[in-house]
């Protein structure tokens, strides 16, 4: 018997049917071992020696391995292809060896880029040994990531309460997101006037030309700085005459884009399917593992977890055949397309993500997929098929237009494009950040020496007010581009640092948009005043080129660690006797412009409002940052950051902004800024009803309105209708509900609580009463999978508070956050019950029928039998142990 070792359930189901009965393949379920979440799982002091800790699931899974592998013929390690895959490879071998299971059993290291039976055999027929430099690139990087984690955090955390963790690239993909908004609000608008002439020609066609050059003064885009120049150039205009100097047609050719490496995927799936990173990835790495094909588990793509352009020569040759098929043979070009990357420390070992079959068509896998999958199989097919297309032929028009009025002259131009022969475009063009493209826009005929008339319009010359705009805040997409430019992270960590800055409360995403938070800012400003050669570009890519000199066998891991630690250890040491007054300090002044801004009034910005002597100071509470007085507790002025005197609603202690009387007692409702927000306030009483602003509500869009929705809550719905009880609707804590006799129960959304009705608040109520026991009724079925295999029972997916979850019995497992409820499977749901019961200690429903027999009567024998029945893909599921979570995001790996 030959044993497999390879990651995930599905793929070990999909590569056991290719291989037959003489191979056993077994799951890993992800990496086995890790760096225990405490101090001194990496020793600097003793040669970077590392410890490492195995979970109780990892170790029974461990365990089924290392029984297998007893008496074996042959082990086989196929984890993936990737540094991360050839880790997991090398903890498991050391963990048989430790166990002494292999003995004289020949060990195998296998890697694939397909899960396809062809690729899967031919890389059977081809094993090699660990690779031992690319574990030892793994190694330098883990360290690293753990020992920038918890060298650095501590010190973050007391010098800047309320901050968390700092990662290695983490913290620099977070400097990006606060460099760009820091820009944006450095920004200042510049005015610029655009002179544009609505023309027609001597056969009726119309044309539009922009200028170009007035009294021999060529006009850049910025030029016309003012209206009075505008007017005077659009006056003479109105008066000129226009003849045609020169038309020039120039014929350009377009190439297809290269395949798909894992940044550009995921930027496409960003900008045409709407997909955050990590949710691109997820659907990838089901195209990967397979899908159902007629009762075959077929792979669909190659490996999504890549750097290369470069496609298999057999490949190509597919492609060019579906190309010549499916859109004639005029779109296959002369020469097969080779490509090679142009991104910044980019490994080319393995190739572009493709379909493992071109003539998969996109149209016939549907059938077989979810919406999501079979949407990024159509752009991965798309992409690839187009990248292998002859190129797009268009003709470049420019027309020279010469006016002249009263003894002045002017130039004006017009440019227009025709496609000429679509090429890959007719099946595939890349989505644009921007609008900004004017291919489309064709122009008339037109022959030099021509004279031209403005047309019958109103405005047949336009003098146009533009302003500058600032940069665009980053998106996944384009942060994600810039990160591989500079040659920040790696393929398999986008995804990861992007989910990471959001968990940890340091960027929001609105509208797609990456907006740095409070927290985020003074993070990077304090990592910039304090560790800035860590946070620097430069230092972090040379880093990564480092370790990818490392997997290439050119570099001691160990030499890169020494030099890295010497320095960084010292860094710290510094830091240590820093005080957090110097700290605030420094981030007054970095910070400056966003903490303090510019008064209208063109007053100094750091001199309190209310006393008139204090000074205003970062402060740093328990509740996060604001702004406070130096005269503390003399004087209690406090507002929010970024907020100046001019533009605050008002202050705790300074003058609120009224928005109007109550028309019901009279009282001024007034809004004002707190150290936690903005609130509203009904009247000046000892204690006033006040209500802070929701999420969602900002303070520059209140009015009386709305202040006095919010100071009526909580509102009486009604009685509900079996108890007789009130039941009431507000907004809390933990965002809006409707309360019943104890029991609340949230809401959808803020704008429910003023709109709820009572049928709506009695099945809210019921639907919580159900989850937490009170109540009689379970939550509704949102699909019914059948009956559990082992167990008996039935299992169903369901909606709770929490998101969809899977339930059989008395056991809820909550779906992951990306799992679409409807693609659940049976094995996946047995998997995350099997899981939870095992977290919570409770004992699955067992079929009626076991229940007779006395648990005494079982033998030992017995037990084992069941146990290898067992399919592995029921052992365990597919999640990280506890420690291993804690102890990523504690050193916040990337």
Same mark, same amino acid.
């Given at each position: 018997m030959n044993v497999v070792i390879v990651e995930s359930p599905a793929k070990a189901k999909t590569i056991n049917k290719y291989l037959g009965s003489d191979y056993l393949v077994l799951a890993s379920y992800g990496h086995v071992r890790d760096l225990p979440p405490k101090d001194g799982s990496v020793r600097p002091d003793e040669d970077f020696d590392m410890s490492w800790a195995v979970d109780s699931k990892s170790q029974k899974r461990l365990n089924e391995i290392a029984q297998a592998v007893k008496g074996a013929d042959r082990l086989v390690l196929a984890t993936d292809p990737d540094r991360e895959g050839e880790a997991i490879s090398w903890h498991v071998l050391q963990v048989l060896r430790d166990k002494k299971a292999l003995k004289d059993t020949p060990v195998e290291r296998v890697v694939f880029n397909a899960i396809t039976k062809s690729a899967i055999l031919e890389a059977m027929a081809n094993p090699r040994a660990i690779d031992e430099p690319l574990v030892e690139a793994y190694l330098a990087r883990r360290a690293l990531d753990y020992l920038v984690g918890f060298t650095l955090s501590p010190v973050l955390w007391r010098k800047l309460p309320g901050a968390r963790s700092a990662g290695r690239v983490?913290?620099?993909?977070?400097?990006?997101?606060?460099?760009?908004?820091?820009?944006?609000?450095? =920004?200042?608008?510049?005015?610029?006037?655009?002179?544009? %002439?609505?023309?027609?020609?001597?056969?009726?066609?119309?044309?539009?030309?922009?200028?170009?050059?007035?009294?021999?003064?060529?006009? !850049? *885009?910025?030029?016309?700085?003012?209206?009075?120049?505008?007017?005077?150039?659009?006056?003479?205009?109105?008066?000129?005459?226009?003849?045609?100097?020169?038309?020039?047609?120039?014929?350009?050719?377009?190439?297809?884009? %290269?395949?798909?490496? @894992?940044?550009?995927?995921?930027?496409?799936?960003? *900008?045409?399917?709407?997909?955050?990173?990590?949710?691109?990835?997820?659907?990838? &790495?089901?195209?990967?593992?397979?899908? +159902?094909?007629?009762?075959?588990?077929?792979?669909?793509? $190659? /490996?999504?977890?890549?750097?290369?352009?470069?496609?298999?020569?057999?490949?190509?040759?597919?492609?060019?055949?579906?190309?010549?098929?499916?859109?004639?043979?005029?779109?296959?070009?002369?020469?097969? #397309?080779?490509?090679?990357?142009?991104?910044?420390?980019?490994?080319? %070992?393995?190739?572009?993500?493709?379909?493992?079959?071109?003539?998969?068509?996109?149209?016939?896998?549907?059938?077989?997929?979810?919406?999501? &999958?079979?949407?990024? /199989?159509?752009?991965?097919?798309? #992409? @690839?098929?187009?990248?292998?297309?002859?190129?797009?032929?268009?003709e470049r028009t420019t027309v020279d237009i010469d006016a002249t009025s009263g003894g002045?002259?002017?130039?004006?131009?017009? $440019?227009?494009?025709?496609?000429?022969?679509?090429?890959?475009?007719?099946?595939?063009?890349? !989505?644009?950040?921007?609008?900004?493209?004017?291919?489309?826009?064709?122009?008339?005929?037109?022959?030099?020496?021509? $004279?031209?008339?403005?047309?019958?319009?109103?405005?047949?010359?336009? %003098?146009?007010?533009?302003? @500058?705009?600032?940069?665009? *805040?980053?998106?996944?997409?384009?942060?994600?581009?810039?990160?591989?430019?500079?040659?920040?992270?790696?393929?398999?960590?986008?995804?990861?640092?992007?989910?990471?800055?959001?968990?940890?409360?340091?960027?929001?995403?609105?509208?797609?948009?990456?907006?740095?938070?409070?927290?985020?800012?003074?993070?990077?400003?304090?990592?910039?005043? =304090?560790? +800035?050669? /860590?946070?620097?570009?430069? =230092?972090?890519?040379?880093?990564?080129?480092?370790?990818?000199?490392?997997?290439? +066998?050119?570099? +001691?891991?160990?030499?890169?660690?020494?030099?890295?630690?010497?320095? =960084?250890?010292? @860094?710290?040491?510094?830091?240590?006797?820093? #005080?957090?007054?110097?700290?605030?300090?420094?981030?007054?002044?970095?910070?400056a412009s966003h903490i303090f801004p510019p008064s209208e009034s063109g007053g100094d910005p750091r001199v309190c409002p209310v006393c008139g002597n204090g000074q205003l100071s970062l402060k740093i509470g328990r509740y996060g940052s604001f702004v406070g007085c130096s005269n503390y507790p003399e004087c209690r002025y406090t507002r929010q950051l970024g907020v100046s005197g001019d533009d605050e609603a008002g202050t705790a202690t300074d003058g609120p902004k009224v928005l109007g009387q109550d028309p019901e007692t009279g009282l001024d409702v007034s809004l004002r800024t707190g150290r936690f927000g903005p609130y509203v306030q009904l009247g000046e009483e000892e204690k006033p009803k006040r209500s802070s602003l929701p999420k969602g509500w900002s303070a520059e869009a209140m009015d009386l309105e709305k202040a006095l929705r919010l100071l009526s809550l909580p509102r009486e719905v009604g009685l509900h209708p079996e108890t007789g009880k009130p039941i009431s609707a507000g907004i809390g804590r933990y965002g809006p509900f409707v309360l019943h006799d104890g029991t609340y129960a949230n809401l959808d959304s803020v704008d429910e609580v003023f709109e709820v009705g009572i049928n709506r608040a009695v099945d809210a109520i019921a639907q919580k009463a159900a989850k937490s026991g009170r109540g009689r009724a379970a939550a509704a079925a949102l699909k019914e999978l059948g009956e559990h295999p082992d167990l008996g029972g039935p299992i169903t997916v369901r909606d709770g508070r929490y998101g969809p979850y899977v339930n059989h019995g008395k056991i809820n497992a909550t779906l992951p956050r990306d799992m679409d409820p409807a693609s659940v499977t049976v094995d996946q749901a047995v998997e995350m019950i099997a899981a939870k019961a095992e977290k919570s200690g409770k004992k699955p429903a067992a079929k009626k029928a076991a229940t007779k027999k006395p648990a005494a009567k079982k033998s030992a024998a017995k037990s084992k039998s069941t146990d290898a029945k067992k399919p592995a893909a029921k052992k365990a599921p597919a999640k990280k142990s506890t420690s291993a979570s804690k102890a990523k995001a504690k050193t916040n790996n990337e």
């Open positions: 983490q913290s620099v993909a977070l400097r990006l997101i606060c460099d760009r908004e820091a820009e944006i609000e450095r =920004f200042v608008a510049q005015e610029y006037w655009s002179i544009l %002439a609505n023309l027609t020609t001597t056969k009726g066609d119309s044309v539009q030309a922009r200028l170009a050059e007035f009294d021999g003064k060529k006009i !850049g *885009r910025l030029d016309i700085a003012g209206e009075e120049e505008a007017t005077a150039i659009r006056t003479m205009l109105e008066g000129a005459a226009f003849k045609v100097v020169s038309v020039e047609s120039k014929p350009t050719k377009r190439n297809p884009y %290269a395949p798909f490496t @894992t940044s550009t995927l995921q930027q496409e799936a960003s *900008r045409k399917l709407g997909f955050a990173a990590a949710r691109t990835m997820q659907v990838a &790495q089901r195209l990967y593992e397979g899908a +159902n094909l007629g009762g075959e588990t077929v792979g669909l793509i $190659t /490996y999504m977890r890549t750097d290369g352009v470069q496609i298999a020569g057999e490949a190509i040759g597919a492609a060019r055949s579906v190309i010549a098929r499916e859109f004639g043979e005029q779109y296959v070009p002369e020469k097969p #397309r080779h490509y090679s990357t142009k991104a910044k420390n980019a490994q080319e %070992a393995h190739e572009a993500i493709r379909p493992t079959d071109m003539s998969r068509l996109p149209k016939d896998m549907r059938r077989f997929l979810d919406d999501d &999958q079979a949407r990024l /199989y159509e752009l991965v097919w798309k #992409r @690839t098929i187009a990248s292998q297309m002859e190129s797009a032929t268009i002045k002259n002017a130039q004006l131009r017009a $440019t227009g494009s025709v496609i000429r022969f679509d090429g890959f475009l007719t099946l595939y063009q890349e !989505g644009r950040d921007d609008d900004d493209d004017d291919e489309s826009r064709r122009l008339p005929p037109m022959d030099a020496g021509e $004279t031209l008339m403005p047309q019958k319009i109103e405005k047949a010359i336009e %003098a146009n007010q533009h302003f @500058t705009e600032p940069p665009p *805040r980053f998106t996944e997409a384009t942060l994600v581009k810039k990160m591989e430019e500079l040659g920040i992270g790696r393929p398999s960590t986008y995804a990861s640092t992007l989910q990471t800055l959001r968990d940890r409360d340091y960027v929001v995403l609105d509208k797609k948009r990456l907006i740095p938070d409070d927290k985020g800012r003074l993070v990077t400003a304090f990592l910039e005043s =304090f560790f +800035n050669r /860590y946070v620097e570009y430069d =230092f972090t890519a040379d880093l990564e080129e480092k370790l990818d000199r490392i997997s290439a +066998n050119e570099l +001691n891991w160990k030499d890169v660690l020494r030099d890295f630690w010497r320095d =960084f250890s010292a @860094t710290v040491e510094d830091i240590k006797d820093l #005080r957090v007054s110097q700290v605030i300090d420094a981030l007054n002044e970095i910070l």
